[in-house]
């Protein structure tokens, strides 16, 4: 009942407040932001993130939940229309979103877009206000044993499902992310690691700068390497249709929702996965799969619900373990302890009404980007008309002075650059970015907590291995390391087969 | 990037790789290890960069065998698919993208006013990357113009917006 109360007073404080002209332009900014391939969702959040660090923590948190669920919103426009994802999580929606555009259906695939991310995003909102109040009570009972299993169940499950046909690259680019975490002053004795006695480097790597560079010049530079891209000729139907169809598949909906709204509580995995899983489970219920892949308004729907779902799923983890469930989700991590913000497993005890806080936001964000999205569907074509030439440029400016304006040192447009060139020979070779962003927030985590519970235990692994949270971590992790190779998935498809087919198995062995 | 470009790569990136986490775990190996502050033998700073290199180098040989036993060691240096390489369009995007990139952030970025230096860049980026200008049609000088509209617009509309609105401190 406090929950609810807090919640309808931080609605109230947004709406009687001028904060409701900052949930209007912040979403229609991470709408426009979504839409422009090359311009993610993590990137857009980052560089609001820069913006926004003279504001007040409510003020900047609620712009930066605006632009990110803007901007994941987004992103359905350009893959509606161009084939091309606004940003990653939107490749599901390219699939079906992109034969209705052709076949004369656009506005009604932008309105199943539309109403299937409203959906999710309620539907996440809502595992939010419920899930988020008792994770932090069971993460109370988290010593340096669990925190250390959390970071690295994060980033090896990350790396997994990040990159599903090869995980040991999802793994190396998280390695490597901890690795980056290692640079600069450690926090227990405050010796400074691979600094060779420059100053820059003994501050550490920052987590923005890295992030602007790897999601934004790396984003220019495959941009600008593929042939220009052209909108989708022809007219714009009624969105009215688009509406009708939409809530015609509700349990699509609702079970892409809660699809969703899981794979953004999984640290790292976020919404692409959200999108991916929804769309495989949706397929795999429905009666016309034959549509999948040809302009099916089902799949189109569950893409969109689920990646959207995850956005509040993905928050989650955020405020009750301070880990984030997402790329966008590690910058909004960041962002609140920028500004003062604690999450953790206390944040219940400290400072409870802001969670309810958060969940308000989510709401009046995914309110705005409904009537945004619904009223602006035409409006909104004509950022997608904006020439690749001209709009690189300016977010290469953007995310120069973005990674300076933290801390004004120019060695961050340094690391900038760095990222962005590394990230872009990464992505070349197929290694995701998530597990590499995630390992560089996780780095801290781990470490700590590995020696500490070490100190604890007086060397003593067993504590690391049989306490029950840990082990269930532990056995998940390396359960999901098992999984990804081929001759233990071989074993066990054929144990179920033979389980399942008892008789016909002992025959065949009898014949041989 | 084809499968078989990828393996090659791979192998290359491997040994990289390899390489660098031997260097972690020499660097971890080597860090101090403060007995002279007493401290707890289990929380010295070079223990889990170590870890780390371990890990790395254990991806990095799996990622070795791996790109072996798949050919990417038959690498072969086309020297005559280089000058390919530099008439290609791709190649020429992705060069001049990285000159002008770089060429800003570590030229024009804090030694010219902020305003000023963003509009020569995005002035350079339009013309060298968008469509070619040629001389030759009548619409050239109407191109450089709207480019050079585009770019002073950009640099003092940005520069006004980080430091009036956001209240951003410039270079």
């Known amino acids: 009942m406090n929950g609810l109360v807090s919640f309808l007073s931080a609605i109230s404080d947004i709406v009687l407040s001028a904060a409701i002209v900052d949930v209007l332009w912040a979403t229609l900014l991470g709408i426009v932001v979504g839409s422009l391939p090359g311009l993610t969702a993590t990137l857009g959040v980052a560089l609001m993130t820069t913006l926004t660090f003279n504001f007040e923590a409510e003020r900047a948190i609620l712009i930066l939940i605006c632009m990110y669920i803007g901007a994941i919103y987004g992103g359905s426009r350009s893959a509606i229309l161009l084939n091309i994802p606004g940003t990653p999580a939107n490749a599901a929606t390219a699939l079906d979103g992109f034969p209705l555009a052709r076949s004369g259906k656009a506005g009604s695939a932008m309105a199943v877009a539309t109403i299937g991310s409203f959906i999710g995003s309620i539907i996440g909102m809502l595992a939010l206000a419920l899930i988020a109040p008792w994770l932090a009570e069971v993460a109370l009972s988290f010593g340096a044993f669990e925190f250390f299993w959390l970071a690295v169940f994060g980033v090896l499950v990350a790396g997994q499902l990040t990159a599903f046909d090869d995980p040991i690259k999802g793994w190396i680019a998280g390695f490597l992310g901890l690795f980056v975490a290692m640079i600069g002053q450690e926090g227990i004795h405050a010796v400074p690691r691979f600094s060779y006695g420059n100053t820059n480097l003994s501050g550490g790597i920052g987590l923005l700068p890295a992030m602007v560079g790897a999601f934004g010049l790396a984003e220019i530079l495959i941009v600008m390497r593929q042939a220009n891209y052209e909108v989708v000729r022809g007219g714009i139907d009624s969105v009215f249709s688009g509406i009708r169809n939409a809530l015609r598949f509700r349990v699509t909906a609702v079970r892409s929702g809660l699809i969703g709204t899981f794979m953004g509580l999984i640290p790292g995995v976020g919404e692409d996965m959200g999108a991916w899983a929804s769309y495989a489970a949706a397929r795999m219920r429905s009666t016309r799969k034959d549509e999948f892949g040809k302009g099916s308004v089902e799949g189109l729907l569950a893409a969109e619900t689920g990646n959207n779902a995850a956005v509040p799923g993905a928050l989650i983890p955020v405020l009750t373990l301070a880990v984030p469930g997402s790329a966008p989700a590690a910058v909004l991590l960041a962002a609140m302890i920028i500004h003062g913000v604690r999450p953790g497993p206390l944040i219940m005890i400290e400072s409870p009404e802001f969670v309810y806080q958060v969940v308000a936001m989510v709401f009046m964000a995914t309110t705005a980007m409904a009537v945004l999205g619904l009223a602006l569907t035409r409006p909104l074509l004509l950022v997608l008309r904006i020439r690749r030439e001209v709009l690189m440029p300016i977010i290469f400016v953007l995310c120069t002075v973005g990674a300076f304006a933290i801390a004004s040192r120019v060695f961050d447009v340094w690391v900038m650059l760095f990222f962005g060139l590394a990230g872009f020979v990464m992505r070349e070779m197929k290694y995701p970015m998530a597990p590499l962003i995630l390992g560089i927030v996780l780095g801290d985590i781990l470490d700590k907590n590995l020696r500490r519970g070490l100190v604890l235990t007086d060397g003593d692994l067993t504590p690391f291995f049989t306490r029950p949270i840990s082990l269930i971590l532990w056995v998940t992790a390396f359960g999901f390391i098992l999984l990804s190779m081929p001759f233990v998935r071989q074993r066990i498809v054929r144990l179920i087969a033979g389980i399942r087919h008892p008789v016909a198995n002992s025959d065949e062995g009898g014949k041989k | ?171």
């Not at chain 2, 470009?5 to 660097?27: N, P, Q, Y």
């Open chain 2, 1 to 171: 990037m084809k499968p078989n470009t990828l393996d090659k790569a791979d192998f290359i990136s491997a040994i990289v790789l390899i390489g660098f986490a031997l260097a972690i775990v020499a660097e971890s190996l080597r860090m101090d290890r403060l007995e002279g502050l007493n401290i707890h033998p289990y929380t010295v700073p070079g223990l889990v960069p170590g870890m780390l290199g371990g890990l790395l180098l254990l991806c990095g040989m799996a990622l070795l065998v791996r790109s072996i036993r798949r050919g990417g060691w038959r690498i072969e240096l086309q020297i005559s698919a280089l000058p390919g390489l530099w008439h290609s369009d791709m190649a020429r995007r992705i060069g001049l993208t990285l000159l002008l990139t770089f060429g800003f952030a570590l030229g024009l970025f804090g030694w010219l006013p902020f305003g000023l230096g963003s509009a020569i860049f995005v002035f350079a980026f339009i013309l060298l990357l968008g469509p070619r200008l040629r001389l030759a049609d009548p619409g050239w000088l109407k191109q450089i113009a709207v480019a050079a509209a585009i770019a002073i617009c950009a640099g003092y509309g940005i520069a006004a917006i980080f430091t009036e609105i956001f209240v951003v401190k410039l270079p």
